[in-house]
């Protein structure tokens, strides 16, 4: 009796003490710093802080996220990581490869992730067959975002093929209208080049290219066409465009200085954020082609020590999979759930027309990895096709001579 007590009082202590240990913590790295994003991080922070985590912000500006990745590396090289990172497709595997990654396979097999993620996100976020990141969304990439009173004022639709679109440009650029809002970074030019080889050369050409980089693909007649629009789609922009972030190029359609973005749809989280409604004050198309280009965000967690960054590691990998935080995340952050099954009762269009083009995608062989936001390619590949793609924007390179080089580079980063 005396030691059972004794046993008791002893476990409780403990508990106690582990209790008190392991208050959750995550020092969390993240690119999210424009409006749209920033709302959107918020309702993690919120959720994680709402179940007892002490969240500790890394925000590193910079969209797409290439000053994030370098702030990253500095972190694990002096060791000292953070806990818990945004990073996505081959990327994550690179740094497993490293031996940095915690593993969260415990999380995912309590939470039932193998039921609640579809296959092919699930897949990127396993490392040696044990999940390794969670996903919290599926961006898609090809869209072009159109105002709806410039489209009106100007007398033209939304462009279903590339002609349509170049002259639909032609009569804006008339009327004192900037046809394209760009900001002038390489991934900018890169999204766009991705979505212009789907539209011209189709989903099998855009995987043979970016996906497989087969070099016929790469230096082929089709690949000259794209370096073509690239071109006469330079034309497009206005002249202070250099250095421009991405969503500031979105406020230019928002205000109604220029009439289109062709960018993912974290640009409808700057359009919800202003206050705009879909179908009203701006228009969501796909850009002209098809098939889907996805990019799913996700969160892996980096090996640390301590009880309350481990819970806090664990805690957050639970409720970003958990269904209210893919709902409000999403709302906000302009893209759709990654988990199975969330409702789409409060979604709008834009994103009720993604899911469903993502089902249409998937079954029919068209839902491909986006290369430019870091899905289908290791780092170093994607990098040299982005340098010659910025390149060629930049400057008078051919298309011809684009298309070689392009062919060129890939070879030498292998
Ligand atoms: C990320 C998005 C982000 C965008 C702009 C993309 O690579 O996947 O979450 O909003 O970059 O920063």
Redesign the pocket.
């Known amino acids: 009796m005396k030691r059972s007590v004794l046993a008791s009082l002893t476990l409780i202590a403990g508990l106690g003490a582990g209790t008190a240990l392991a208050e959750p913590q995550a020092e969390v790295l993240h690119?999210?710093t424009?409006g749209g994003?920033a709302r959107a991080v918020q309702t993690l922070m919120d959720e994680f802080q709402s179940n007892g985590g002490k969240w500790v912000d890394m925000p590193v500006a910079g969209?797409?996220?290439d000053a994030a990745m370098q702030a990253l590396r500095a972190r694990v090289l002096s060791g000292n990581a953070p806990t818990a990172v945004?990073l996505?497709g081959p990327s994550i595997q690179e740094w497993y490869e490293e031996g940095v990654l915690a593993d969260l396979s415990g999380v995912g097999k309590v939470e039932k992730w193998d039921l609640l993620l579809p296959a092919a996100i699930a897949g990127h976020m396993k490392c040696g067959g044990k999940y390794c990141a969670a996903p919290v969304n599926v961006?898609r990439v090809n869209w072009i975002w159109a105002n709806t009173a410039v489209l009106a004022r100007a007398g033209v639709s939304i462009p279903t093929s590339w002609d349509e679109f170049n002259t639909a440009a032609v009569k804006l650029k008339a009327l004192g209208i900037t046809p394209l809002a760009h900001g002038g970074q390489a991934?900018q030019d890169a999204t766009v080049f991705e979505s212009v080889v789907l539209g011209i050369g189709g989903p099998a050409f855009y995987r043979k290219a970016l996906v497989d980089l087969d070099p016929a693909a790469l230096n082929s007649a089709t690949m000259v066409k794209v370096f073509d629009q690239m071109r006469t789609l330079r034309g497009f922009v206005d002249s202070n465009f250099s250095g421009r972030e991405?969503n500031l190029a979105t406020a230019m359609v928002i205000n109604g200085e220029a009439a289109f973005q062709i960018m993912?749809d974290?640009a409808k989280?700057e359009f919800t954020a202003a206050g705009k409604t879909p179908g009203k004050d701006y228009q969501c198309n796909p850009t002209p082609g098809a098939g889907f280009l996805y990019?799913v965000?996700s969160f892996a967690m980096f090996k640390v020590s301590g009880a309350d960054r481990e819970a806090g590691q664990k805690l957050l990998a639970k409720l970003i999979v958990g269904e209210n935080f893919q709902k409000t995340f999403n709302l906000a952050?302009g893209?759709i759930p990654a988990r199975l099954g969330t409702p789409l009762g409060e979604f709008d269009y834009c994103a009720r027309r993604s899911a469903y083009d993502m089902d249409v995608a998937a079954s029919s062989g068209t839902l491909l990895p986006s290369y430019a936001?870091?899905m289908a390619l290791r780092g170093q590949q994607a990098g040299a096709i982005t340098d010659l793609v910025t390149q060629h924007f930049n400057s008078d390179m051919s298309s011809a001579q684009a298309a070689k080089s392009l062919a060129d580079a890939v070879a030498n980063s292998r």
Request: neutral net charge.
């Open positions: 690119w999210w424009s994003e969209g797409g996220g945004q996505k961006h991934w991405w993912g974290w989280g990019n965000d952050k893209s936001h870091g």
